[in-house]
C-alpha cells in the first residue's frame, strides 16, 4: 500500500495543487522537462493519463464528503465546523480518514481551514487477508496517514506566507539576479534552472518517508 497521488482543493471546491507519485515515464525523445511540461505546476510529469484519472478520482470523493456531512457532524468530537465553507459546512476539521474505495484505489482526508488535503492511496500491496487490512494494521496506517496530512497541511500555510511564491526571473535584470538570488534562498529554490517553492520538495519528503515507512510495516 502506498499513496500514490495527493491534492489540495479550495473552499469552493476548486484545485490548489496537484501531484501524483507513480513512476515517471522516461523517454527522452517523448518526455518534457520539468520546466516546461506544466506552467502552473497542477501536473507532474509521471503520467498526463495518471494526473487526468487521479483527478477525476479525488473530485468523485468531494461528493462523498458532503454527503457524508451529516454523520461526520454528529461523531465529530473535533473543533466546531461553523467556520468550514459553505459547501462543507457540516464537516468537521481534522483527518476525515476513509472516504471511499474507487477502482483498485481508496481515498482518505484531512480538513483544515481554507483547504481539503485529499490522498489516494493504492490497495496493490494491502497486508495478506483481502483488501480490508486488519484492525491493527489499518489503525497503524491511519495515524501514519494523519501525520502525512497535517504535515502537508503546515507545509502549504508556510507556502502561503511565502511572499516569493512567483519570481518573474525573466523581467530581472542580469546585475539583479544574484542579490535577488542570496535574499530569497530561504524561501525558493532553484532546480534545473526554474525557480521553485520549497512546497513542492517538502512534499516529495513527506510522502517519500510515508511510503518507506510503509514497507516496513
Sequence with gaps: ????????????????????????????STTPTDS???ATNLLSTSSLSNST???????SALDSIESNGARWRSS??????????????????????????????????????????????????????GLSP??????????????????TY??????????????PMDSIHEPEKDEISNFVSGHVEIEGGVWRPKFQRGLDCIVGEFNRTLTQL
Design 53 to 59: 484519472k487521479f483527478q477525476f478520482i479525488l473530485h
Design 154 to 167: 503546515r507545509l502549504y500555510l508556510t507556502a502561503l506566507c511565502n511572499p516569493f511564491h512567483h519570481i
Design 1 to 28: 500500500m502506498s499513496l500514490v497521488a495527493i491534492g489540495l482543493i479550495g473552499n469552493d471546491n476548486e484545485p490548489l495543487y496537484f501531484k501524483d507519485f507513480t513512476p515517471r515515464e522516461v523517454n527522452p
Design 134 to 151: 486488519s484492525m491493527s494494521s489499518q489503525h497503524v496506517y491511519e495515524r501514519l496517514l494523519h501525520g502525512l496530512f497535517y504535515r
Design 36 to 38: 516546461s511540461s506544466d
Design 76 to 129: 465529530s468530537t473535533g473543533p466546531s465546523s461553523e467556520v468550514a465553507s459553505h459547501s462543507r459546512a457540516a464537516v468537521p476539521l481534522g483527518f476525515l480518514g476513509f472516504l471511499l474505495p474507487i477502482d483498485s484505489y481508496r481515498i482518505y482526508a484531512y480538513h483544515g481551514l481554507g483547504v481539503l488535503v485529499m490522498g489516494i492511496v493504492s490497495e496493490s500491496s494491502l497486508p495478506s487477508g
